[in-house]
């Protein structure tokens, strides 16, 4: 079975920073794409930033150089580095994991992690 835990989200001020982690647990999954959403109150999904096994990234339009996407294939996780955060990152947080089990592509979300940009 796989499972992905993000972790790392919480309450920051204006202009401050948080770093999230997904980490993915299964043994036989070859993980291929690491990718972080977010999700606002009464709003769609909206792709954050995402890292190809091949070393890719891309980001949203939105992140402007402030986030970063990193990843450990090894261990299969994923960081998120956000900085001067504002008030419109606030969001639940969610990671999303693509890859296989055999022959089988499959892709799976975490339950998210919160993040709350406030004064």
Known sequence: QVQVVESGGGLVQPGGSL???CAVSASRFRVYAMGWYRQAPGKQRELVAVSTSGGDTA???FVKGRITISRDS???TALLQMNSLNP???AVYHCNVEGA???AMIDYW???TQVTVSS
Request: net charge neutral; hydrophobic share 20%; aromatic share 6%.
């Open 88 to 90: 419109e990152d606030t």
């Open 101 to 103: 089990i055999g022959d």
């Open 74 to 76: 090894a261990k299969k």
């Open 110 to 112: 975490g339950q998210g």
């Open 59 to 61: 980001y949203a339009h």
């Open 19 to 21: 770093r999230l982690s």
